[in-house]
């Protein structure tokens, strides 16, 4: 079992940007991906971006070149990195993690992120 809790999500004016953290119970580097996804109302989840525990990234074509996943293995954070936020970025956003070839089984509560033209 891994609790995740995400934080950094809040409002911010086209162009700006904001840094999500994603903090997790125990270790999670060696064994699975971790990933954040994001959803809209009314509409299902979709990855934004994957990381694996060899650090090979996946971004979803609407956030290449301005969002950047990361992990600080030593402290079990996962973080995203948004940069010329668009209002098209505006979901709530989720913190996973599981394994790769399966997809995520473990989710966090998700942070806000509003994006105003």
């Known amino acids: 079992q891994v609790q995740l809790v995400e934080s950094g999500g809040g409002s911010v004016q086209a162009g700006g940007s904001l840094r999500l953290s994603c903090a997790a119970s125990r270790n999670t580097a060696s064994s699975y991906c971790m990933a954040w996804f994001r959803q809209y109302p009314g509409k299902e989840r979709e990855r934004v971006a994957r990381i694996s525990p060899g650090g090979g990234t996946l971004y979803a074509d609407s956030v290449k070149g301005r969002f950047t996943i990361s992990r600080d293995n030593t402290k079990n954070t996962l973080f995203l990195q948004m940069n010329s936020l668009k209002p098209e970025d505006t979901a709530m956003y989720y913190c996973?993690?599981?394994?790769?070839?399966?997809?995520?089984?473990?989710w966090g509560q998700g942070t806000q992120v509003t994006v105003s033209s």
């Open positions: 996973a993690a599981g394994p790769c070839n399966s997809g995520a089984i473990w």
